[in-house]
Nanobody, 128 residues
Framework: QVQLVESGGGLVQAGGSLRLSCAAS????????MGWFRQAPGKEREFVAAISWSGGSTYYSDSVKGRFTISRDNAKNTMYLQMNSLKPEDTAVYYC?????????????????????WGQGTQVTVSS
């Protein structure tokens, strides 16, 4: 069983920055595929960013590309999402996701159903 705990959410003004963290349990974190998803009020959960087990491959949604950066520290069993130039439309609950498999196809990183483990979420609110 993999447990994921997000932190770092909060209220920020448009144009500001936040860094989310996702701490994972398990001695094999370095082999997990990891991702961030978000869900705004009244909307479906959507893909934000993902990172391969080694950190060598990263993937972003078009809406955050160039503003958000995903990274991981396997020694600390932690994944991060640095969010810059935040916009009111980034307001959502952000979820950390993990899977013990290495994804072979790039398209799999974007698929919510490919991830087996989820955190409880952390609220990010961007005021205008």
């Amino acid at each position: 069983q993999v447990q994921l705990v997000e932190s770092g959410g909060g209220l920020v003004q448009a144009g500001g920055s936040l860094r989310l963290s996702c701490a994972a349990s398990g001695r094999t974190f370095s082999s997990y595929t990891m991702g961030w998803f978000r869900q705004a009020p009244g909307k479906e959960r959507e893909f934000v960013a993902a990172i391969s087990w080694s950190g060598g491959s990263t993937y972003y949604s078009d809406s955050v590309k160039g503003r958000f950066t995903i990274s991981r520290d396997n020694a600390k069993n932690t994944m991060y999402l640095q969010m810059n130039s935040l916009k009111p439309e980034d307001t959502a609950v952000y979820y950390c996701a993990a899977d013990r498999d290495n994804f072979y196809y790039s398209r799999d990183y974007y698929e919510e159903k490919k991830y087996d483990y989820w955190g409880q979420g952390t609220q990010v609110t961007v005021s205008s």
